[in-house]
C-alpha cells in the first residue's frame, strides 16, 4: 500500500498562505486521482480538493478561489497552495486517494498541522 508524507503545515496569520507537500512512497500521483483532506479539531476528516490523474481539480465551497492542487509526477509529490487563509482553515491536513474517507482500510499519513490565528 502506498504510504503518504505530509508537510509544509506551520502558523500563519489570517491573509497570510502555505503550500503544502505531499510524498508517496512509491508512483502515485499519476496512477490515482489525488486529494487534500483535512480534519479540524471535534469535526469529521472532509475533503478539500481532489486533481484526477488528466489534471482536472475540483474543490470543496469552503476553499475555492484560494486553494490550488497539483503534482509534480517527476518528484512524486502533491502540493496544495493556500492562499488567503482564514482561521477556519485550521486544520490537520492530509493526502490520499480521492474517495479515501469511504474507502475500507484506508492508511491515513500523520498529517500536517495548519494553524491560523494572530
Not at 487563509?85 to 499519513?109: H, I, Q, R
Request: charged share 15%; hydrophobic share 35%.
Amino acid at each position: 500500500q502506498v504510504q503518504f508524507v505530509e508537510s509544509g503545515g506551520g502558523l500563519v496569520q489570517p491573509g497570510g498562505s502555505l503550500r503544502l507537500s505531499c510524498g508517496a512512497s512509491a508512483s502515485a500521483f499519476s496512477d490515482y486521482h489525488m486529494a487534500w483532506y483535512r480534519q479540524a479539531p471535534g469535526n469529521q476528516r472532509e475533503w478539500v480538493a481532489v486533481l484526477t490523474m488528466n489534471g482536472a481539480a475540483t474543490y470543496a465551497n469552503a476553499v475555492r478561489g484560494r486553494f490550488t492542487i497539483s503534482r509534480d509526477s517527476t518528484k512524486n509529490t502533491l502540493y496544495l497552495q493556500m492562499n488567503n487563509l482564514k482561521p477556519e482553515d485550521t486544520a490537520v491536513y492530509y493526502c490520499n486517494k480521492a474517495l479515501a474517507l469511504t474507502t475500507p482500510n484506508t492508511s491515513w499519513g500523520q498529517g500536517t498541522q495548519v494553524t491560523v490565528s494572530l
